[in-house]
């Protein structure tokens, strides 16, 4: 199958690469430099050139508190590159395989949030994504949008890498402790991505819609440093770091976050067989790598 990637040099992106490796699959991946979403036009020539059987959306703006002083750029992206994307693809009649986040829900809820539930962005960034999610729905009819939350890997500018990162020259690091989702490794997504595809030629009209997948168990951001610092030691001249326990109203940020992340993934499993990741498991994996974060 030719499937054309978009933000093919995000974190998802390199491991979906790699997933798709000697798979047979005729592969585009395409960077920020090869294919601008924003252009339509040259987004509708490439895939008219190209000639896709499928489309795997992972280009998103997601420097969520930039996101507060940049939405334009950030809608511009988010909504607008989603539509263009969407549109070119159903204008060769092919599939879209969309990427979203958990940060279209408000985090109000006292439980996980199902794909029924409705959303509620409360910042910029979430805003965005949901109407990214809004133009895929209404432009290509065959859509699958995936949610996850928290996504982590040993690339730059992500909560793991960050935390190593202040490691090195700090020996306290406060950490929220009253914000709780599914830290998602960004492998585990792109495995997730990939098997999607594999079955998606036999989709029926009731297999196309929106799903969740993130790492289970819940967790809050505290508690994921603490287990990434339980395993860090194991890294040669890793010095020990004290963590604090802080509230969410004592870490300023420009964009809010939702207090509530998680995402109930039930459907995706009863589905598709596919189960949530085990972010545990996913850690230990990075640590023994020799390229490990």
Do not use: C
Request: aromatic fraction near 10%; hydrophobic fraction near 40%.
């Amino acid at each position: 199958m030719k499937i054309l990637i978009t933000g093919a040099s995000g974190q998802i992106g390199k491991h979906l690469i790699s997933q798709f490796a000697n798979t047979g699959h005729n592969i585009l991946a395409l960077d920020r430099q090869q294919l601008d979403i924003t252009d339509f036009n040259k987004t509708v020539h490439i895939f008219n050139t190209y000639q896709p059987e499928l489309t795997i959306n992972l280009a998103a703006y997601t420097a969520v508190d930039l996101a507060e002083e940049n939405s334009e750029h950030a809608f511009l992206v988010n909504q607008q590159g989603a539509e263009n994307i969407s549109k070119a693809a159903a204008s060769i009649d092919i599939p879209i395989i969309h990427l979203s986040t958990d940060y279209v829900f408000s985090g109000t809820k006292s439980a996980p949030y199902t794909e029924d539930d409705v959303p509620d962005p409360i910042n910029t960034y979430g805003k965005s994504k949901l109407a990214g999610e809004l133009a895929v729905k209404k432009s290509n009819p065959r859509h699958l949008i995936l949610r996850t939350a928290w996504v982590f890997s040993n690339e730059p500018k992500n909560f793991l890498t960050t935390m190593l990162r202040l490691a090195e020259t700090q020996k306290t690091i406060s950490v929220v402790d009253d914000q709780t989702g599914g830290p998602t490794y960004a492998n585990d997504i792109a495995r997730t991505l990939a098997i999607l595809a594999n079955q998606i030629q036999g989709f029926t009209a009731s297999d196309w819609g929106t799903y969740h997948y993130a790492g289970m168990p819940y967790t809050t951001w505290f508690e994921f440093a603490q287990a990434i610092f339980q395993l860090a030691p194991q890294r040669d001249g890793f010095e020990p770091t004290q963590l604090i326990r802080i509230k969410s109203s004592q870490y300023k940020t420009l964009a809010k976050r939702p207090r509530n992340s998680q995402l109930n993934t039930q459907k995706i499993t009863d589905r598709f067989a596919i189960p949530p990741a085990n972010w545990h498991l996913a850690l230990k994996e990075l640590f023994t790598k020799p390229d490990a974060a």
